[in-house]
């Protein structure tokens, strides 16, 4: 079954502890891309990846790190988390260029809190 | 910069009526999305629109794309309660989502 795939769903830690939110796509999409959620905020993109080794800053990067070793995994990083990183994480991949028509697929989501 | 406003943004219809929400976006782009969010779930794709003029339907929802007005919409018809959700709309290249419309609809 094609999916995104995140880990944890829920996680509730406390400031300053590292956590890494994974994210994994079985659709050998080459876009994948991290959203946060809040409300009345819509979704807004923190970072993404056109390809294996290429990442770029989405609207909200502060906070946050990501890396494309694999096509298939995009990890999250919260090197020190801080409470306005309470939030809904979205993971999403694509099929990009002429092959594709760059709709996103979404993972579950990850409601992450921090203390 | 690109920015993408949905309205309304609260909307509470009654089963059987019908409605339209609205996606204007401020730079131009020939493709946009949108994407049904219910309740503590995550996003799923309804419609892609890639070009001006497009139209698509499934079911009692129906969207549409002009380019030149910089406008989606998508409309309910004889709205039925499972229907009730948060929709958001996207535009490209860099994807930027709307804020999200809260529709529930009420017997």
């Known amino acids: 079954e094609a999916q995104v795939t995140q880990n944890p769903r829920y996680l509730i830690t406390v400031t300053g502890k590292k956590l890494t939110v994974t994210c994994s796509q079985n659709?050998?999409?080459?876009?994948m891309s991290w959203y946060r959620q809040d409300p009345g905020l819509g979704l807004r993109q923190i970072y993404y990846?056109?390809?294996?080794?290429?990442?770029d800053k989405g609207d909200v990067p502060e906070g946050y790190k990501v890396s494309r070793k694999e096509k298939r995994n995009f990890p999250l990083i919260l090197e020190s988390p801080s409470p306005n990183q309470t939030s809904l994480y979205f993971c999403?991949?694509?099929?990009?260029?002429?092959?594709?028509?760059?709709?996103?697929?979404f993972g579950e989501g990850s409601r992450l809190t921090v203390l | 910069e690109l920015k993408v406003e949905q309205n309304p943004l609260f909307l509470s219809m009654q089963e059987g009526k019908n409605y339209t929400i609205y996606c204007n976006y401020s730079?131009?782009?020939?493709?946009l999305y949108w994407y049904r969010q219910d309740p503590g779930k995550s996003l799923e794709s309804l419609f892609v629109?890639?070009?001006?003029?497009a139209v698509k339907q499934e079911g009692r929802l129906m969207a549409s794309l002009d380019t030149k007005a910089r406008l989606s919409t998508l409309h309910i018809t004889a709205a039925v309660h499972d229907l009730s959700a948060t929709y958001f709309c996207?535009?490209?290249?860099?994807?930027?989502f709307g804020q999200g419309t809260r529709l529930t609809i009420n017997p």
């Open positions: 999403a991949s694509s099929l990009i260029g002429q092959a594709g028509t760059g709709e996103l697929f």
């Open positions: 659709m050998n999409h080459e876009y």
């Open positions: 990846s056109m390809n294996v080794e290429v990442t």
């Open positions: 730079t131009t782009s020939d493709r």
């Open positions: 629109l890639l070009s001006n003029g």
């Open positions: 996207a535009v490209a290249k860099k994807l930027v």
